[in-house]
């Protein structure tokens, strides 16, 4: 029997400001269902990957089926899109926790293991939100920061005015009127990007940003900077728009691209990978690319789990399509985006149903 859970305790899981909200106000279902979990691991997966963007569902309900452009609400998105793209990652390697659990005796690892990649995809995307704005917005990385804050403001101002909440523009127009009297210099920044400026050249953006938002699978499965490259061109080939973007089909300028602009680095699995991968036979598009890829990747790091190398190749497809899905956090900012996100409400049946195996490469902390 789990020990009783208290809406303190429920607080204490929470690592963030807006996820401490989320705690405070959930309703008495998420405490129970949440106290049925018997480790820490597992309670603050179940708050944190489930709960909080099952209940950004209910708070923003029809908003947040149609943003409408509402950057100032990242946050409410970001969680959402963290979740979803967790979730397919995980029943990549057959795990659906809205069939089933893990057995007991490694429940508590893998949320924890599982968690990070949550932390890791909304990392991503804040990475992605950042480097939007300040390509838009040069001002916004301005070395003071009261200019800096001040551009922010006008730039959200600009785009979104439904972005911000009522009394917090009502403040800033406020203030800025009221600085503007005496020549003030944030006020100068916040009408100059309110008003709108001429925003620099920025050549393919959606290629950029997409790169930050898929790099957690990169960094995780040792996927090097030819295979991204072919990723790349498997989404946006058949783009007019894109012919002339050598990152599609040049692996070198593709990483020069990734580490001086994007500060996208392998991670220390991709860089022991060395040599020419096998040439393919005739094939197109990534339906080899599991299998490929698997092979190399498990040379340099084994499982210690017999069934993930019998898994490996289908999990490696799945993740490969997975990435070739993603679309830029901004696409759903202004509604073009095409990306399913799938979303897993908290499960009231938990088991100790055997599932697949877990995770590539992933070792249980000895006990």
Not at 7 to 24: F, K, M, N, P, T
Not at 98 to 117: E, F, L, P, Q, Y
Not at 152 to 177: H, W
Not at 321 to 349: G, H, Q, W, Y
């Amino acid at each position: 029997m789990s020990a009783k859970l208290t809406r303190e305790d429920l607080i204490s899981l929470a690592c963030d400001g807006q996820e401490i909200i989320i705690a405070r106000n959930v309703p008495h279902a998420a405490i129970k269902h949440i106290s049925l979990f018997p480790t820490h691991e597992e309670r603050q997966f179940a708050l944190r990957c489930f709960w909080v963007p099952y209940e950004m569902v209910g708070i923003c309900q029809k908003q947040f089926l149609s943003p409408k452009g509402r950057a100032g609400k990242i946050w409410q998105f970001a969680v959402l899109i963290a979740h979803g793209r967790m979730l397919r990652e995980m029943c990549a390697w057959g795990h659906d926790p809205r069939v089933s659990w893990w057995i007991n005796a490694t429940a508590a690892d893998a949320c924890k293991w599982w968690m990070g990649r949550y932390d890791s995809y909304l990392s991503a995307i804040d990475a992605s939100f950042h480097h939007w704005m300040k390509r838009k917005c040069p001002d916004c990385c301005h070395e003071q920061p009261e200019l800096a804050a001040a551009s922010r403001y006008g730039f959200i101002q600009r785009i979104d005015v439904e972005g911000l909440p009522a009394n917090c523009v009502s403040g800033v127009l406020t203030r800025m009127k009221e600085q503007e009297k005496h020549g003030s210099r944030e006020s100068e920044f916040f009408y100059k990007n309110a008003k709108g400026i001429v925003e620099p050249r920025w050549d393919y953006p959606d290629i950029d940003l997409w790169l930050i938002e898929i790099w957690p699978l990169v960094e995780q499965y040792g996927w090097t900077y030819k295979e991204v490259c072919e990723l790349a061109f498997h989404k946006f080939g058949g783009d007019n728009t894109m012919v002339n973007a050598s990152v599609l089909n040049n692996s070198k300028a593709l990483k020069e691209r990734c580490q001086k602009e994007l500060g996208l680095c392998l991670s220390p699995l991709a860089q022991q990978r060395k040599g020419r991968p096998k040439k393919c036979d005739d094939v197109t598009g990534i339906a080899w690319f599991g299998g490929k890829v698997y092979e190399k990747v498990a040379e340099r790091a084994k499982s210690p789990d017999p069934k993930v190398g019998s898994h490996g190749p289908a999990a490696f497809q799945k993740l490969a399509e997975m990435a070739v899905n993603i679309e830029p956090f901004t696409r759903l900012l202004d509604k073009s985006s095409k990306e399913k996100l799938p979303v897993a409400c908290p499960n009231l049946k938990i088991g100790d149903k055997k599932t697949a195996s877990p995770p590539p490469f992933f070792v249980a902390p000895s006990s």
